[in-house]
């Protein structure tokens, strides 16, 4: 059973970063591919990035693209996000999530990602 813990959510002003880092344990990472969600209050659960199992193929929402990074270090069974210019509608939990992959890399919907984590918080103020 992988459990997935998020970390390095907090408070940022408009235009700052943060990196937000989700560590596996109880399995192997690269087995996966891995996705970023996020939650706004009101809102459903979006995607935000995704990573496939080697690193070799990324995902990235519209609102993310140019501003997020998804990258991943199998060996530290770590995935990680990192986020610049940050915008007040970035402001939602932040959920990572692993989806056991066999074949080629694709987005799939967030009902195909076996493990969540508990999400971190972040808010962007202006």
């Known amino acids: 059973q992988v459990q997935l813990v998020e970390s390095g959510g907090g408070l940022a002003q408009a235009g700052g970063s943060l990196r937000l880092s989700c560590e596996a344990s109880?399995?192997?990472?690269?087995?996966?591919?891995m996705g970023w969600f996020r939650q706004a209050p009101g809102k459903e659960r979006e995607i935000v990035a995704a990573?496939?199992?080697?690193?070799?193929?990324?995902y990235y929402a519209e609102s993310a693209k140019g501003r997020f990074t998804i990258s991943r270090v199998n060996a530290k069974n770590t995935v990680y996000l990192q986020m610049n210019s940050l915008k007040p509608e970035d402001t939602a939990v932040y959920y990572c999530?692993?989806?056991?992959?066999?074949?080629?890399?694709?987005?799939?919907?967030?009902?195909?990602?076996?493990?969540w984590g508990p999400g971190t918080q972040v808010t962007v103020s202006s």
């Open positions: 109880g399995g192997t990472l690269s087995s996966y591919a």
């Open positions: 990573i496939g199992r080697n690193s070799g193929s990324t």
């Open positions: 999530a692993a989806e056991p992959v066999i074949g080629p890399f694709r987005v799939v919907p967030p009902t195909q990602y076996d493990y």
